[in-house]
């Protein structure tokens, strides 16, 4: 606990994720003391690639770990959408100079461990974040002043409010609005890494390569200063129930993806394993708070990645709320009402057009020819003008200025 903070309980975080800790920094920053209680044995992030679109860079920037966060990203040059069947570009939307100035900032693919690690080193040197790890939250407790968190050890501890930014499958959700486990999406995602030197020269492109297929789509882009690539396959297969996670060999794979030019098989038939995921999501919800209790986060408005935002909004609502528990002066159920009435809008609306993007990144027949229609000789400002209201960070989303 830190004499110096504004609340004399902690924040109480459930979840040190990228959503988790961007909360306990913005919080500190705005002088309020959080302790982030994750469940893992190591604070850390499964995965490898992550899409970091300028909204995201604006809020790590506000936070103070922009610079660190880009050091190892790629600063792509283009969003390229290719045609799976034909092989022909369907997009290519420039990322240069006149993107950056519209959008205050570059589009980046990167290590997920480079984001998280750069946000998790500022929330360690922060006197006001405190991080416990080996703690799963189990349920809490609520008056209208204060919070017991109940973890599965037994122990209690005694909040000012509690932040529920434990993912997808989030016990703080379970209890807040008790609406059941994540729905399967009906994809699936098989998940892979190549090692630079295997990746034949003339597909290492400075940003993701997207190849649109029938039913289903492949992307890749390179990480960690060039070293390796990241590697997903998303497939349509209906499936309603979520799976476990299991790895697959390529001969599993490999057929899955019918229909298919040249291309993205060459780098298909690169890995020789694949992880394979369910892709889980929820339907937009108008409330996610109840006093001193909110979500964040995958926890608050998990959805499919066809839009490479779900991280975006985890970083824009801690913002968010900071700035509402800083304008309320501390009263966190003022605060999250108040965070709640600026964010599940634009949440909700990332939500319903990512699972829109189904309809256009798997389009088959004649479909996929209206697509291909419908993207020819669309200008870098046409595109550019589609893309302002995600792309351009939230008024909150500035650094903090007592
Ligand atoms: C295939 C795929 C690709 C994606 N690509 C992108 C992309 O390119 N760009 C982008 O912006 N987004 C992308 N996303 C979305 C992004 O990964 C998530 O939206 C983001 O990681 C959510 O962060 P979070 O902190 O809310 O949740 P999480 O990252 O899930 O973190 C939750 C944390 O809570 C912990 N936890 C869980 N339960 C408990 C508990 N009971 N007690 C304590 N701790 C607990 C977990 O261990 C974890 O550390 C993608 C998602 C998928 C599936």
């Known amino acids: 606990m830190s004499p110096h903070a504004r609340n004399a309980l902690p924040v109480a975080i459930a979840g040190g994720g990228i959503g988790g800790l961007a909360c306990a920094l913005a919080l500190a920053q705005r002088g309020f003391q959080s302790l982030v209680l994750e469940q ?50 369907v997009v290519n939307v420039p990322c240069g100079d006149r993107f950056r100035e519209r959008f205050r900032n570059p589009y980046a693919v990167a290590h997920r461990a480079d984001i998280h690690g750069a946000l998790l080193d500022a929330c360690r040197a922060h006197e006001l974040v405190a991080l416990r790890n080996d703690c799963r939250v189990k349920s809490f407790d609520l008056d209208d002043r204060r919070v017991s968190v109940l973890l599965e050890t037994g ?17 703080v959700r379970r209890q807040l609005l008790g609406d059941g486990p994540p729905l399967a999406s009906g994809a699936v ?16 492109r400075p940003y993701p390569t997207f190849w649109a297929g029938p039913g289903w789509h492949v992307i890749y882009y390179p990480v960690r200063d060039w070293t390796m690539f990241n590697l997903g396959g998303t497939v349509v297969t ?20 019918a229909g298919s030019c040249a291309t993205p098989l060459r780098v298909l038939r690169i890995p020789k394993t694949f992880r394979r995921y369910s892709i889980v999501h929820r ?70 057009s990512s699972s829109a993007m189904d309809r256009i990144n798997h389009a088959r027949g004649i479909e996929r020819k209206v697509r291909n229609a419908l993207f020819e000789g669309r200008t870098a400002e046409e595109f550019y003008d589609r893309l302002a209201w995600l792309f351009t960070p939230p008024s909150y989303v500035k650094p903090f200025k007592p």
């Open 189 to 204: 995602i098989y998940r892979a890494t190549i090692p630079v030197f295997e990746m034949p020269k003339d597909l290492q």
């Open 155 to 171: 122990e209690r501890i005694a909040a000012a409010a509690i932040v529920g930014a434990d993912g997808v499958d989030s016990a």
């Open 40 to 89: 893992a044995a190591e604070f850390g992030e499964a995965g490898v690639g992550l899409q970091v679109a300028p909204n995201a860079l604006s809020v790590l920037d506000a936070l103070g770990v922009g610079e660190t966060a880009k050091k190892h990203a790629l600063l792509i040059e283009r969003l390229v959408m290719m045609d799976a069947v034909s092989g022909a570009e």
């Open 283 to 352: 339907e937009p919800v108008e409330n996610w708070s109840q006093g001193p209790a909110t979500l964040l986060g995958d926890a608050a408005h998990p959805m499919v990645q066809y839009i490479a935002q779900g991280a975006a909004m985890a970083l824009e609502d801690a913002i968010c709320l900071a700035v509402a528990a800083y304008e309320c002066d501390g009263n966190f159920t003022e605060a999250f009402k108040r965070y709640q009435d600026h964010r599940t809008v634009r949440a909700a609306r990332v939500q319903i």
């Open 238 to 257: 209906g499936e309603r129930t979520p799976g476990e996670s299991e790895d697959v060999s390529q001969r599993h794979v490999l057929p899955l993806f």
